[in-house]
C-alpha cells in the first residue's frame, strides 16, 4: 500500500507541482488550500503524513498542528515555511511539528525529510550506546506503557509520572523524555537525539537542546533525590538514576 500525505499550501503553483511530485515518488496524496480543509480530511481520512504551508488564510499550519496535537493525533508534521528565524522554527516545533523545509525548497530535500519522519512513526530503541551501558534498562509494560528509572509513561494517553506525580509536559518534553526512557542507561549523543526529536540537527553552536534538558530537570528533579538525567560531556545525555 503507498503512503498517504495530506498536503495544504494556499499557493496554487506550489500546491499542484508538490502534489504531481509526490504522486510521482510513489505517495498516495490528497491536497487541500487550507488549514479548515485540512483538519476535516485529517479527521475524514487520516494520513500516514502532513506536509503543511505555516502561512494560510484563516487556520493556518500552526494551528493545523495544535489542534491535531491536542485531540493526541501524532501523525508526522513537516512543515512548508518562508519564516528562517530561530524563534519561528521553535514556534512551529513547540506548537506540534515535526520538521520543516524553508522556501524556496528542493523537492529532493522534501522527499529526504518525509522518509525520515516516515520511519520516527514507531521508533526503535537506539542500538548500541557507549560500553558502560550498552543495553538499555527500560521494561516494556504494554505497547502502550513504558518504565524506567521511577519514570512511568502512558505513550497513548501522552501523560507521565515520577513515581506518584504526575508531570506537566509540553509536546517537546514528552517526545524528549520519551526517547531517554526508551533507552534509560544508554548514552544517546546529540545529534542521534535532534535526529529522532527534531529530524535535523541546529548546528554545533544550538543551545535548543540543552533548553529543553533543562526543562525536563526541573520537572522531574525532587528536593534530595539524585538527578536522572545525567549530562556525557563532549557526547550526550543519559537517562539513569544514581
Not at 49 to 65: E, H, K, N, R, T
Not at 119 to 130: D, K
Request: aromatic share 6%.
Amino acid at each position: 500500500m503507498p503512503q498517504t500525505v495530506l498536503l495544504a499550501e494556499d499557493d496554487r503553483a506550489i500546491r499542484h507541482a508538490l502534489e504531481r511530485a509526490l504522486s510521482l515518488e510513489g505517495y498516495e496524496v490528497t491536497a487541500v488550500a487550507d488549514g479548515v480543509e485540512a483538519l476535516a480530511q485529517a479527521h475524514r481520512n487520516p494520513p500516514d503524513v502532513l506536509v503543511l504551508d505555516v502561512m494560510m488564510p484563516g487556520i493556518d499550519g500552526l494551528q493545523v498542528c495544535r489542534v491535531l496535537r491536542a485531540e493526541g493525533d501524532r501523525t508526522p508534521i513537516l512543515m512548508l515555511t518562508a519564516l528562517v528565524e530561530t524563534a519561528d522554527r521553535i514556534a512551529g516545533l513547540d506548537a506540534g511539528a515535526d520538521d520543516y523545509v524553508v522556501k524556496p525548497f528542493d523537492v529532493e530535500e522534501v522527499f529526504a525529510r518525509l522518509r525520515a519522519l516516515l520511519r520516527r512513526t514507531n521508533p526503535a530503541p537506539v542500538a548500541g550506546g557507549t560500553p558502560e551501558a550498552p543495553v538499555s534498562k527500560t521494561q516494556v509494560v504494554s505497547d502502550r506503557q513504558l518504565e524506567a528509572a521511577g519514570i512511568r509513561m502512558d505513550l497513548q494517553a501522552r501523560r507521565a509520572w515520577r513515581r506518584r506525580r504526575e508531570l506537566e509536559l509540553t509536546r517537546t518534553e514528552f517526545e524528549l523524555l520519551e526517547l531517554l526512557v526508551r533507552n534509560a542507561g544508554i548514552v544517546l549523543d546529540h545529534s542521534t537525539i535532534y535526529d529522532r526529536i527534531w529530524g535535523y540537527d541546529f548546528g554545533p553552536g544550538s543551545k535548543n537542546l540543552a533548553v529543553y534538558v533543562g526543562y525536563l530537570r526541573r520537572k522531574l528533579d525532587e528536593p534530595g533525590a539524585a538527578p536522572l538525567i545525567h549530562t556525557v560531556r563532549g557526547v550526550g545525555y543519559v537517562l539513569r538514576e544514581g
